[in-house]
């Protein structure tokens, strides 16, 4: 009896129904088919071949930025430093803060006055997202036909914008 008991434990412990088996790899299925219509190993690469993975993991901003065209990105120093890591960290922050308010250098900031080094607009600090489709025209959708048409390998993706205002970014301008 008692080894029935332990034979019955035993099936129940290690053996599964092969029923859960291929319940639990029906996403597996699933993607791999997707894959097979997309005619890629990866599914997202289709989306975007000149990126790792499609752009949907993995990507480094120098490796967008290389694809996308000149002036349509911050312009970025590469610097290689000796010493630690935070020590790089805040000469980078440091040389940033300096190119970015050269012109004001010789300001004298009133005593009680704030003032902002850099805006951090997300949303864990407070940034909003807000629909500007009432905004759309014909002469935004060129500007980002203009965009999208001069990189190669790129179909899908979003920007994010700064711009002194609307007016501006439909006039292509700042």
């Known amino acids: 009896m008692y080894f029935l008991l332990r034979r019955r434990f035993q099936r129940r412990l290690f053996y599964f129904h092969l029923l859960s088996v291929y319940e639990s790899s029906k996403h597996v299925y699933f993607y791999r ?31 967008m930025y290389m694809v996308l ?5 911050p312009k970025t120093i590469f610097i290689s430093p000796s010493g630690s890591f935070r020590e790089a960290e805040e ?13 004001r250098l010789n300001d004298i900031i009133p005593s009680g006055e704030r003032f902002c080094l850099s805006p951090a607009l997300n949303l864990s600090r407070g940034g909003k997202l807000v ?12 500007i980002f036909d203009k ?5 190669k390998g790129l179909y899908y993706g979003r920007y994010d914008i700064k711009c002194t205002s609307i ?8």
């Open 33 to 63: 088919a997707c894959c097979l219509k997309a005619r890629s190993l990866w599914f997202f690469t289709p989306s975007n071949p000149a990126l790792t993975f499609g752009g949907f993991e993995g990507e480094t901003k120098r490796e």
């Open 69 to 73: 065209p000149p002036g349509s990105y």
């Open 91 to 103: 000469m980078i922050i440091k040389m940033n803060l300096l190119i970015k308010h050269l012109h």
């Open 131 to 142: 629909s500007l489709a009432h905004e759309k025209d014909d002469r935004l959708l060129n």
């Open 147 to 151: 965009i999208s048409h001069q990189t």
């Open 167 to 174: 007016e501006d970014l439909k006039k292509g301008e700042n």
